[in-house]
C-alpha cells in the first residue's frame, strides 16, 4: 500500500486541483493570450540553470509560429561534452555557464541521442519548466544519457484539442528544421560564408543541438496526458516517413497514459477513487480538453484501441509502457501494450507495487523508491534503440 504522505499528499492534491479544474469550466478562450497558456501561475516554476552544478545544464527556448510561440527546455547532460577521446574533449568547468557556446570543428564532443519529452497535468495544467517536470527531465538525461527537449504545449481550456497534439508534431519539425539548419551552417561556415540569422543578426541554428543533438536517434516519451501527445506524435512520424528526415523516431515511453473509454475497464471500476487523479477528475478535464461538440471517451486522442486509427499498429515504433499499480487508468494502457505485441512490435510493459498515477515524476514530492527504479528501467530499455553499438545496458 502506498505510504502515509503519498496518501495525505493525494488528498490535498484532488482537493486543490479539483477546485482549480472546477474553476476553470467558465473560462473563456477569448480572454487567453492568442499565442496560448503553457503554464499556470500556481504551477512551481524552476529557472533554467546553464552551469553543470549537478552534471546537466539547462536553457529555454521560446520559438515563434504564425499560429502560436512553442515553449521548449533543453536538458544537456555534461557526457556530450566529452568526446572519444582525450584530444576532442571539451573541458567544462561544473560552476561554468555552458551559455550558447558551439564547439569549433573537430572539438564538438558528443552527439547524443534527442528525447522529446511531454509533461502531464490533464492537459490544463503543468509546464515543461515546473519544479517536478525539471527534476525528472534531469534524471531521464543522465541516465538515458540524451538531450531532452521538453516540451511546453498549450492547455486548455483556452487551447482545446487538438492544439496540445499539434505542439506535439511541431516540435519534433523543430528538431528536423534545427538539424537541417545546423548542416546548412557547417557547409557554409567550410566555404568561409556566414551562417543564417534572422532579422535581428542573431543565429537561427540553436547551438546545443547543432553540436550535440543526433535527431535520427530520436526518442518520445510522455507523463500521463503527455503519453497521449507522444503516441500522436509517433502516428504521426510513421505516416510522414522520409519526410521527416534526418529525423528518425525509433522508441517511445508511455508512462501511465491517460487513456479513458466508454466501456470501463476493471481498474476502472475499482480504482476509481484512486490517489492524486480519480477519474471524476479526469473527466473533468476531458470536458475542458475536447471541444464541447466532440466531447466523447472513444474520441482518438482519448481511447487507442478504437478501430480505424491509422496507421496500422504493426508499423508503430517499439513502445515502453509503465504503468502503476493504484492507477484506475493501467488497465487501457496494458491492453494497448499488448496489442502491440500482438503485431510484433517490441512493447514491454513495466508494472510498479505499491506506486500511483505520476509516481515517478512526482518524486520530487513524494520521494518513493520506485521513481528512480523506473528511470533507470527506462535508460535499459532504451538505450537498445539509441544506442550507436546496439543493445548497451549500462547507465
Not at 201 to 227: F, I, K
Not at 348 to 353: E, N, Q
Request: hydrophobic share 40%; glycine share 6%; proline share 7%.
Amino acid at each position: 500500500m502506498p505510504t502515509v504522505a503519498v496518501k495525505l499528499y493525494s488528498f490535498l492534491f484532488k482537493f486543490t486541483v479539483k477546485h482549480r479544474l472546477q474553476s476553470r469550466i467558465g473560462a473563456s478562450p477569448d480572454e487567453a493570450d492568442p499565442s496560448g497558456v503553457t503554464s499556470r501561475p500556481e504551477d512551481g516554476v524552476a529557472p533554467a540553470n546553464p552551469t553543470f552544478s549537478d552534471g546537466v545544464a539547462t536553457k529555454d527556448i521560446h520559438v515563434d509560429d504564425p499560429r502560436a510561440s512553442l515553449s521548449l527546455r533543453l536538458f544537456l547532460p555534461e557526457t556530450a561534452l566529452s568526446g572519444s577521446d582525450s584530444k576532442s574533449r571539451v573541458r567544462v568547468n561544473r560552476d561554468d555557464s555552458y551559455g550558447g557556446y558551439s564547439p569549433p570543428a573537430g572539438r564538438s564532443g558528443r552527439r547524443l541521442p534527442v528525447l522529446l519529452q511531454f509533461h502531464g497535468g490533464g492537459f490544463v495544467s503543468g509546464s515543461n519548466n515546473s519544479v517536478a517536470n525539471d527534476v525528472f527531465c534531469r534524471r531521464i538525461a543522465k541516465l538515458c544519457d540524451v538531450v531532452v527537449v521538453a516540451v511546453g504545449y498549450r492547455l486548455a481550456p483556452e487551447n482545446r484539442y487538438p492544439a496540445a497534439f499539434e505542439d506535439g508534431v511541431r516540435a519534433l519539425h523543430w528538431v528536423g528544421k534545427q538539424a537541417n539548419l545546423a548542416d546548412w551552417s557547417r557547409s557554409q561556415w567550410k566555404v568561409g560564408r556566414d551562417t543564417m540569422n534572422d532579422n535581428f543578426g542573431a543565429s537561427m541554428v540553436e547551438p546545443w543541438l547543432a553540436a550535440h543533438g543526433d535527431p535520427s536517434r530520436c526518442v518520445l516519451l510522455g507523463v500521463s496526458c503527455g503519453a497521449n501527445i507522444a503516441d500522436y506524435v509517433a502516428r504521426r512520424s510513421v505516416e510522414a516517413g522520409k519526410l521527416l528526415d534526418p529525423v528518425k523516431v525509433v522508441a517511445q515511453i508511455l508512462m501511465y497514459p491517460f487513456f479513458i473509454g466508454s466501456v470501463p475497464t476493471k481498474s476502472e471500476i475499482k480504482l476509481a477513487n484512486s490517489y492524486f487523479y480519480d477519474k471524476a477528475m479526469c473527466l473533468l478535464a476531458w470536458k475542458l480538453f475536447l471541444p464541447e461538440e466532440e466531447v466523447n471517451l472513444d474520441h482518438p486522442a482519448a481511447n487507442p484501441l478504437i478501430p480505424g486509427r491509422g496507421p496500422p499498429l504493426k508499423c508503430m515504433p517499439p513502445t515502453l509502457t509503465v504503468v502503476a499499480e493504484h492507477d484506475w487508468m493501467r488497465d487501457r494502457a496494458i491492453a494497448y501494450s499488448e496489442e502491440l505485441r500482438k503485431v510484433n512490435v517490441d512493447a514491454p510493459l513495466l508494472d510498479y507495487k505499491d506506486a500511483v498515477h505520476e509516481f515517478a515524476t512526482l518524486d520530487v514530492l513524494l520521494k518513493t523508491p520506485q521513481a528512480q527504479a523506473c528511470a533507470e528501467d527506462i535508460a535499459i530499455w532504451v538505450k537498445k534503440y539509441i544506442s550507436l553499438r546496439g543493445h548497451e545496458f549500462s547507465y
